[in-house]
């Protein structure tokens, strides 16, 4: 038979189909002289669904640039902070548009933000190993998106990370981007792999603790820097509100079938995702894996959408999450009242609304909480206007009568909610350049750590010290874990404060039984003070005089600055070159942090700058590689300094 040429050609593709050659061809290009077969990993998390909805969010060209511009900061090589940058740039946006569209392209800033960003697996291993995404190490330009961070491969090995600045495997804990911005864990329970907070305890403190573990048995462990406490507290505060909240009560046939996932539960309270503001979480991250926000909005609508996407949910299951999103917004905006109407449209009963409402500065708001707690609302709220009022306070007592201490101020403390980002009200030292110490909720634990300090590094005289015992023990008499110790300690030293008119409140931001602001304050502060004048031996009047000058000096100094719109962070420190961001004030009352966010407080908004400061520099040591004296641990050491020095 005789074959075409047509038929030759057929021929010769069938011989080539074939071969194994041709099968080669399935595989992937080699790397490091091996072929590497296709590994199906979640490379189509670059186009996450939030992309499309974010398209069709506003009208115009705006969304649609938006959309097309937020496909690149999931893909592997890109920096770290490019999603974070990206959710900025949606909110910014948003801001020229009406309410309703700002809020949903603000939402769904949100939802991008927590989007998977795409990492490839380490094929220098065999098998390849999947690896996380590394953390963004700045602060966001938006208080909305504080705290969130990427979603994680659930498959990931938890200690490795793809860098995309060297395109190599790096360990969790080698370098500061393998933990998010502020924290030595992570920010997203639900996302991102777990670590254990490291918490920083002073010596005194941990004999302190064991000394008192009889009767007061709350964490006395404290923080320096101020994020890293609040892993293991925003843990206990989560299973603390998930076992406040009850099962559903309701007939199955009447709130319908949630198919593979549970009864839709919302839980609200103070720490979630290392918020320092109250905000609404799901109770079951397995059935609604969703991080927290503080628009109950935000997480209904995941809820529901889940129903239909993952669960399988019947009709029924989907109208009952409809009637519950709809009771939840009729609720008192960002109060747990809200996540008390949702729940129960499926028949579960919870009290959330008896949870004091804190915002981003950790003070309470007014009106919220249990009846108590809104009698006493306004004072809660003045939490951080009684603490800058205390600071600024003299001691009106004799030099002689209270004695001399040295190279160190006349010892005051100052009580409120927010401390070292804790959720509940505590104390700490005012002057913290004399006596550098983190809060605590046992009064004891600051007293002693002030009373051993005038000894250990203050060289106060013997009336100074005898004061301090004095102060001391009239600082057991108050009611315990209230701001009348406070006031009670301050007042042997002649100095005058009202830390009793502030709400004391739990690590769950509920106000504390008996604790009613002004009226919790005992009538004994007079007898302190009667005590304080009854010691003996002199002070030097004239260190008395010149720390009051430097006081007024500084004070003046702060508000020259602030009226010029000068820069109101002095720390000056600048390790590997980095500086603190400048801290300036704002027309509103405000105060900016360069290139991050704007704070009510000035002492948070320098705390934020010491904290930029610390990020940027540790990035730096690990960059040179940890050594000289340009480490991860001197950085450390300089943002205590840094916070030091207001």
Known sequence: MVFSKSQATLVALYVLASSQQVFGRMRWMERDNRPVWLNPRRFGQEH???????????????????????????????????QQDMADQIIDAAQQFDDATKANMIALAVEYRQAEKNTPPDFTTNPPKNRNSVFCQKAPKHAELNGLVQAQDPANDPNLFFDPATGKTV???????????????????????????????????????????????????????????????????????????????ADASAIGDFGSCSV??????????????????????????????QAIGIITQFICDTLTNKCGADATAKATCQT?????????????????LFNAAFGITTKFADVVAIDNQGNAIP????????????????????????????????ASAIGNFGSCSVPQIEFGVGFDNRKETSFQPVDKASYNHGSAQAIGIITQFICDTLTNSCGADATAKATCQTAKAAADTGAAKTGAQADLFNAAFGITTKFADVVAVDDQGRQIAGSTGSAAAPASSSAAATAA???????????????????????ATSAAAAASGGNLQTFTGALGGVTPPPVTANADGSFQVQGNASFKDLNNALTRSCDVQHNQCANAANASGNKGDLTVSACGDQQTQCDAAH
């Open 533 to 555: 004048a009854t010691t003996t031996a002199a002070k030097d009047t004239s260190t008395a005089a010149a720390t009051a000058t430097k006081s007024s000096a500084a004070s």
């Open 48 to 82: 996450p669904a939030v992309i499309d909805k974010l398209s069709a969010a506003c009208p115009g060209q705006v969304c649609g640039t938006l959309s097309g511009a937020a496909i690149t900061p999931l893909l592997a090589a890109q920096p770290e902070c490019s």
């Open 171 to 249: 360990t969790k804990g080698s370098q500061a981007n393998t933990s998010p911005f502020g924290s030595s864990g992570s920010n997203n329970a639900a996302a991102a792999p777990s670590s254990t907070a490291v918490l920083a305890v002073s010596a005194t403190e941990s004999a302190t603790a064991t000394a008192t573990a009889s009767s007061d048995c709350e964490s006395v462990v404290t923080v320096t820097v101020t994020a890293s406490a609040t892993d293991a507290a925003s843990t206990a505060a989560a299973a603390t509100s998930a076992a406040a909240a009850a099962s559903s009560t």
């Open 367 to 398: 009106g919220t909480g249990n009846a108590a707690a809104q009698q006493a609302s306004t004072a809660a709220d003045a939490t951080a206007t009684s603490a800058a009022a205390a600071a600024s306070s003299t001691s009106t007592a004799g």
């Open 324 to 340: 519950a999103k709809a009771a939840a917004d009729t609720g008192a905006a960002k109060t747990g009242e809200q996540a008390d």
């Open 264 to 293: 839709p539960q919302i839980q609200f309270g103070v720490g979630f995702d290392n918020r320092k503001e109250t905000s609404f979480e799901p109770v079951d991250q397995t059935s609604y894996n969703h991080g927290s926000a």
